[in-house]
């Protein structure tokens, strides 16, 4: 079982921008930066957590990403299933319907297997749901002995751009 | 997230050998025929649950594959594992530590982000630690209307490799 990359990136980038002020954005070059990545494909996922409401793109010079929700309203699922699509990890190819001697009738309920394998995929994205971005940013809180807000804040008073109404 | 197509295969290829009678074999060949799939891809995933103790190989022209253990203690979660590898899907890069202002010292605890997808990772491999090719199998018994288990005897008859001593 496999997450691409984007994932990671993805969380990182929305936990960013959940430290900016009110109608501020951050570019798709800065959070590239930020966090030593390819700005062409974060961007990609960007723009997927955008089409997914997540966050908002504002556009011209001024503009870039911030978030379209509070961050309690964020799940590291909604980033998952935002950049990663929403299929399940596993994929019933009803291979027990192939082979010699077919089945005269198609079999009613679902395979055996795939029911158990969505049965423990539900229990992960359950997990997933319950995690905010809210809940990873108190957490840092708690670990952080100030490096971490630090080098975030010095990044910011470069890169943030702050909104027409706040500037 | 995504599962390999290896996945269905294995899980239902060791279904299958657990009908089989004690110290018979089913060819990887006879496999792949029976679940419509290439047999040099499904070979790959019998070698790795071989490798994993899950499946025995025995050799010579009267060998094939076997369980080696009983059905109640072969979990999914040790058919994925056997085929996926041992990995987590959400594979930390440590991006947190790259890009501009580096770290003086190197965070000591794991990244907040990677600790919450591990906890997701540990309830999607519980619930599949939790479901044994016996449960599977007493799982296909009750939804049987008897087409189930027609169609599989009809194909071991023909294709089961007794073992020397039934034989």
Redesign the interface.
């Known amino acids: 079982?496999?997450?691409g990359?984007g994932?990671?990136?993805a969380?990182?980038s929305v936990?960013m921008l959940s430290c900016l002020q009110p109608g501020s954005t951050l570019s798709a070059a800065a959070l590239a930066?930020?966090?030593?990545?390819s700005a062409s494909y974060l961007l990609k996922h960007l723009q997927a957590m955008s089409g997914a409401g997540l966050l908002e793109a504002v556009p011209g010079p001024k503009g870039g990403y911030r978030l379209a929700r509070l961050p309690a309203k964020i799940s590291?699922l909604d980033i998952?299933l935002a950049v990663?699509g929403p299929?399940?990890?596993?994929?019933?190819?009803e291979?027990?319907l192939?082979?010699?001697?077919p089945?005269?009738?198609k079999?009613k309920?679902l395979c055996?297997?795939n029911?158990?394998?969505l049965?423990?995929?539900q229990?992960?994205?359950?997990?997933?749901r319950r995690?905010t971005i809210a809940?990873?940013m108190e957490?840092?809180r708690t670990?952080d002995d100030g490096?971490?807000s630090a080098?975030t804040n010095?990044?910011l008073a470069v890169n943030e751009r702050k909104s027409a109404a706040g500037a």
């Not at 192939?98 to 001697?101: A, D, E, F, L």
């Not at 229990?123 to 997933?128: G, S, T």
């Open positions: 079982m496999k997450l990359d994932v990671e990136q969380i990182h936990t930066e930020f966090h030593g990545v590291l998952v990663e299929e399940p990890a596993f994929r019933c190819n291979i027990r192939r082979g010699p001697n089945y005269a009738c079999p309920t055996t297997i029911v158990a394998m049965k423990a995929e229990a992960y994205r359950a997990e997933l995690v809940d990873i957490d840092l670990k490096s971490i080098r010095a990044f």
